[in-house]
């Protein structure tokens, strides 16, 4: 399984101004996906990336909508 946790931008455009509301629902959904995969890594691989169950669990329930602070601009 390829897990991609690149950020998205999702505040702002290279050219200035806010995004679609499509670039915003593929941003959610690409987080969603992302939050799922990494609840669904092995206890081994959390530990390589340094990550507790606990903390994988906390990311993964978090709703859509709770989107990292740096995409809010």
Do not use: C, K, N, Y
Request: glycine share 4%; hydrophobic share 50%; aromatic share 4%.
């Amino acid at each position: 399984m390829a897990v991609s946790f690149t950020p998205s931008r999702i505040a702002t455009h290279a050219h200035g101004r806010a995004p679609s509301i499509v670039a915003r629902i593929r941003a959610a959904l690409a987080l969603s996906h992302q939050r799922r995969a990494l609840a669904a890594l092995s206890d081994e691989a959390l530990d390589d990336i340094g990550v507790t169950r606990l903390d994988a669990h906390a990311e993964a329930t978090r709703p859509v909508w709770d989107v990292p602070a740096h995409w809010r601009g």
